[in-house]
């Protein structure tokens, strides 16, 4: 009998679902980012549609991050419109472009005027523009850099500042929560920029904040509607500087982790190689990766990997040198890349599962197709 009902019910589905006003799928699809760390612990990369918040100090690298991310999602979507809010007013023509974002082709840059009632009425502009061409489905991604430098309406009027306390959480409270659904039905995705701060007590009239696992003693400007409203909620943190002679570039490790994340499990981990200059690296990202799961060893400056040799001798190499063999060598790039597929799948299975236990360590040498001779 219940068996029966139970068919009956999953035959019914359907108009049962039309009836309460449900949808006949999610929403919200993940968008790859072209960084395959930052898609691992995300859960599958941006979700579309929707809102994400990358807070850290300054100069930890949250606008290199972003802007990283929009120029992907550009160069994967010729049609995609990147709008920016620079409210810091740092963005330059040559900084953008060096992450394929071109002011006037595919990028709008907005830097003069911007508060926080402004900024929603032009992405209103932008959706009315959207739908009078018919061109509702175009992906947009819009930056908004930063909250902490955006100031709503009623404090640039008011002549005590202390009047105003509390007043642009509760304008970010609003239009977080009312332009959910906008950003779902106009195929907008936005990324917001903010800055860490100590916790400040001053009484009633301030906005509360709140205790949130992760940042400990630290919380962001603009009130606490943004922790809810985030998709996800990133903290991002310098690890260390690199001198330049082990990769050939200087830069740095960059640490984030995923306050709140709607697609994975939160509070994890990870972090990404990135050059001043250019940005996330890709291949090195991975290739310390390996290195920590012992796929990659290096004693004395010198680098091998297990199953790269030649006569029964592992080769040896610079480190410095590895990116030129990947792109050079085909059975270097044939292992390299074996490892990492069976690295990325582990560390999925980790997230997946416990989110606690250590990516394991290299015990074989995967299998891998030598190349064919020209």
């Known amino acids: 009998m219940a068996k029966a009902k139970k068919s009956k019910i999953k035959g019914l589905m359907s108009e049962l679902t039309a009836t309460l006003g449900g949808e006949d799928k999610s929403l919200i699809t993940l968008d790859p980012t072209g960084m395959s760390i930052y898609d691992l612990y995300s859960g599958g990369g941006l979700p579309t549609g929707d809102f994400t918040e990358f807070v850290g100090n300054p100069g930890a690298g949250k606008t290199t991050i972003a802007l990283q991310l929009l120029g992907n999602q550009a160069k994967r979507n010729p049609d995609a419109i990147i709008m920016i809010f620079d409210a810091e007013r740092s963005l330059t023509n040559d900084r953008l472009e060096s992450f394929g974002l071109n002011v006037g082709e595919n990028t709008i840059l907005v830097q003069r005027g911007i508060t926080v009632e402004r900024l929603f009425k032009r992405i209103d502009k932008l959706i009315e523009f959207k739908k009078d061409n018919k061109i509702q489905d175009a992906p947009v991604y819009v930056l908004w850099d930063s909250i902490a430098h955006t100031p709503s ?60 696992k992760g940042l400990g003693d630290r919380t962001v400007p603009g009130g606490r509607a943004q922790y809810f409203a985030a998709f996800h909620f990133v903290l991002f943190e ?74 029964g001798k592992m080769l040896k190499f610079r480190g410095a040198t590895a990116k030129e063999k990947y792109e050079n060598d085909e059975e270097f790039k044939a292992i390299f890349d074996a490892y990492w597929l069976k690295l990325s799948k582990t560390i999925q299975q980790v997230i997946q599962n416990s989110g606690h236990d250590e990516p394991e360590e290299a015990t074989e040498t995967p299998a891998v197709k030598a190349p064919t001779a020209s």
Do not use: C
């Open 238 to 311: 310098k690890s260390g500087d690199l001198t330049g002679s082990e990769f050939g570039f200087k830069g740095y490790k960059l640490q984030g982790e995923f306050i709140k994340n709607k697609s994975a499990l939160p509070f994890e981990k990870f972090f990404l190689i990135v050059d001043y200059h250019n940005g996330v690296q890709e291949f090195w990202t991975k290739f310390i990766y390996l290195k920590e799961a012992k796929y990659v060893n290096i004693a004395g400056g010198w680098v091998t990997i297990k199953g790269y040799e030649a006569d």
């Open 153 to 212: 309406e009623k404090e640039l009027e008011v002549e005590d500042i202390n009047s105003a306390i509390g007043v642009k959480a509760k304008i970010m409270d609003h239009y977080l929560r009312t332009y959910h659904e906008y950003f779902v039905d106009n195929n907008i995705t936005m990324i917001a920029i903010n800055q860490l701060r100590d916790k400040v007590a001053m009484g009633n009239m301030y906005a509360k904040t709140i205790n949130l």
